[in-house]
């Protein structure tokens, strides 16, 4: 089944213990990306990938990094959580660059305390 | 910057009715997307829309590229109770970095 996958779906933690979140597409797709949703603010893109070994920051880069060493996983790192990185987390892949016709994994539910 | 502005918010409707929505922007899009949210789900696709004018269904979900290119409708008949959720409309944001810009959400609420 095509789909995008994230783990873990759900996370509690504390501030500064360093986390990862990892995505993987088992679509071919070029381009993925990583979205937060935050009520009242939407989804917002944190980061992006156009291929392998090609990340960008998005709108909301500050706290988080990825990589992209894999054309199927587009992993999301927190260095050092914060309170104000509690939010809902989507892992999103297209097939083209710009195809604009984006799947979404399930979500991630991160509380960071 | 770039806005969709979805509408109406909220809608609470009896099964078998039939569901309107529509999304505005300020902007001219090339390509409008409908997403539906479940929750605790990720957005699902529903419907992509390409052209200026251009009518697409989907089962009971009809979508309307409008001619202006600042609008669409997503037009849901019959509807059951597994349509609730929330609805999203989306479209490309400025800049090649390939992001979504998406609406605020309507909320559908089927009573059986």
């Known amino acids: 089944e095509a789909q995008v996958t994230q783990n873990p779906r759900y996370l509690i933690t504390v501030t500064g213990k360093k986390l990862t979140v990892t995505c993987s597409q088992n679509?071919?797709?070029?381009?993925m990306s990583w979205y937060r949703q935050d009520p009242g603010l939407g989804l917002r893109q944190i980061y992006y990938?156009?291929?392998?070994?090609?990340?960008d920051k998005g709108d909301v880069p500050e706290g988080y990094k990825v990589s992209r060493k894999e054309k199927r996983n587009f992993p999301l790192i927190l260095e050092s959580p914060s309170p104000n990185q509690t939010s809902l987390y989507f892992c999103?892949?297209?097939?083209?660059?710009?195809?604009?016709?984006?799947?979404f994994g399930p979500g991630t539910r991160l509380t960071v305390l | 910057g770039q806005q969709l502005n979805q509408s109406p918010q909220s809608m609470f409707i009896q099964e078998g009715e039939d569901v309107s929505m529509n999304c505005t922007s300020s902007s001219i899009f090339n390509t409008w997307l409908w997403y539906k949210q479940d929750p605790g789900e990720g957005p699902v696709l529903l419907i992509a829309l390409y052209k200026a004018g251009e009518l697409t269904s989907n089962g009971r979900l009809t979508a309307q590229f409008g001619i202006t290119r600042k609008d669409s409708f997503l037009n849901i008949s019959a509807s059951i109770p597994s349509d609730v959720g929330i609805y999203f409309c989306a479209g490309p944001g400025s800049g090649n970095t390939g992001k979504l810009i998406f609406g605020q959400g309507t909320t559908l609420q089927v009573k059986p």
């Open positions: 999103a892949s297209s097939l083209q660059v710009l195809g604009n016709e984006q799947f």
């Open positions: 679509m071919n797709h070029e381009y």
């Open positions: 990938s156009m291929n392998v070994e090609v990340t």
